[in-house]
């Protein structure tokens, strides 16, 4: 007679990593890794996607590459807090639901959905996460959007579920691992400490540049041209500098145009300041250029409004970008024609970009060829 496999009880898994303690304790350093992923994932949304609100300062010049940095290594580092978490508390799984307590089941049926949700929207924010530091989108959906949307999901479903859990969570938080008497369980903790320790140096270095001589995966820290990292190439955005190149600046009532030599003639400064791309790299450079204020001071234009910034790429999602009027009347706002003391590679967009402290790199808009004041 062939006898059915029974379902396993939560309380036959007796490994140390099983507990209350350790999955509160897991729980409670996923929840603050994913608080400060969540919350600079909005900043670096709402510098991109600025609502009428909002407003995002020049200074320090560092202050975005910190954000974003904090961005990506915070989620990095719940990648192995959620695999140690997930680990602990599976046998929660096969708990029976309470059939004839229908006031627990309700609150149990909530629990396992916002766990469902939680854990879908988790993997999902972190895998794509991971892809898009690696610039590798193998899927059609667009990825900020997408990410930003799923991002309020799992912290709503966050929420609900430490909202149900919350006086199990203060319980087992109360509970002391090192008098508990079965043993391990601080082992296990240590384990997944150190791999998120592990975890987050082996990719420090793509944003702290005094790590990237000890971390295995600072990718893009020191590689291209002029020792610059480069996302897109002029060669893949099409770009061909004409022979009549000149920068129009245009405003309400007026307009004027400048020849690189008109550029290269007015007072120029130096800056030395970071690129930060959202993928979670950063690389500091010496720019120099003409202050954007300067030079719409020498066109006669208004210096004290946001700017409407062109290129020459005539297509993509970040060809055109504006720069708030704080950052149009900061100094180090630059129209860069130069880089560490070499006239702009092409891939670095010459004949000019523009550099300004604080911005996302897909701002920084490269190829510039129109500059417009707006009202």
């Given at each position: ?7 396993p ?13 350790v999955?509160?304790r897991?729980?409670?350093?996923l ?10 994932g ?6 991109q ?6 407003g995002?300062p020049?200074?320090p010049?560092?202050?975005?590459r ?8 915070s989620?990095i ?9 997930l ?5 929660r799984?096969f ?10 089941l ?12 939680l ?7 972190l ?8 610039q ?6 667009f990825?900020?959007?997408a ?16 909202g ?7 319980t ?24 998120t ?9 793509v944003?702290?540049p ?11 820290s ?8 480069v996302?897109?190439?002029a060669s ?14 245009v ?5 004027r ?7 290269a ?22 720019w ?5 204020a ?6 006669g234009?208004?210096?004290?409004r946001?700017?409407?910034v ?5 297509a ?9 009027a704080l ?15 070499e ?11 523009i ?7 897909v ?11 707006l009202?």
């Amino acid at each position: 007679m062939i006898r059915r496999p029974s379902i396993p009880r939560p309380e036959d898994f007796t490994g140390p990593a099983h507990s209350a303690p350790v999955a509160a304790r897991l729980g409670l350093w996923l929840g603050v890794a994913f608080g400060l992923c969540f919350l600079t994932g909005l900043l670096s949304h709402a510098i991109q996607h600025p609502p009428g609100w909002f407003g995002w300062p020049s200074r320090p010049v560092n202050l975005y590459r910190i954000t974003q940095g904090v961005h990506v290594l915070s989620g990095i580092a719940a990648i192995p807090l959620l695999l140690a978490k997930l680990w602990s508390v599976y046998p929660r799984l096969f708990a029976r639901p309470p059939l004839r307590r229908p006031g627990r089941l309700v609150g149990h049926g909530l629990e396992r959905v916002s766990i469902l949700v939680l854990v879908c929207a988790a993997f999902f924010e972190l895998v794509t996460g991971v892809f898009n530091v690696a610039q590798a989108y193998p899927w059609r959906f667009f990825f900020p959007a997408a990410h930003h949307a799923v991002g309020w999901l799992a912290a709503g479903a966050l929420l609900v579920h430490v909202g149900v859990k919350l006086p199990l969570i203060r319980t087992a938080l109360a509970t002391r691992i090192g008098r508990d008497p079965v043993p391990g369980r601080r082992a296990f903790l240590r384990t997944a400490a150190g791999s998120t320790g592990v975890a987050v140096l082996g990719a420090a270095g793509v944003t702290v540049p005094w790590l990237r001589h000890v971390s295995a995966l600072s990718w893009r820290s020191a590689t291209g041209p002029q020792g610059v990292p480069v996302n897109r190439t002029a060669s893949a955005a099409g770009i061909a500098v004409p022979a009549d190149w000149r920068l129009e600046v245009v405003w309400a009532g007026g307009r004027r145009g400048f020849e690189l030599a008109d550029l290269a003639v007015l007072p120029q400064r130096t800056g030395r300041l970071p690129i930060a791309c959202v993928e979670g790299w950063s690389a500091t450079a010496d720019w120099t250029g003409v202050p954007v204020a300067d030079l719409l001071a020498a066109a006669g234009a208004p210096t004290d409004r946001p700017v409407r910034v062109g290129s020459l790429e005539e297509a993509g999602l970040y060809s055109r970008s504006v720069l708030p009027a704080l950052h149009v009347a900061d100094p180090l706002t630059l129209l860069a024609l130069r880089v560490n003391g070499e006239v702009l590679h092409p891939d670095h967009g010459f004949p000019c970009r523009i550099i300004a402290p604080s911005r996302p790199g897909v701002l920084q808009t490269k190829w510039v060829t129109r500059l417009e004041v707006l009202d």
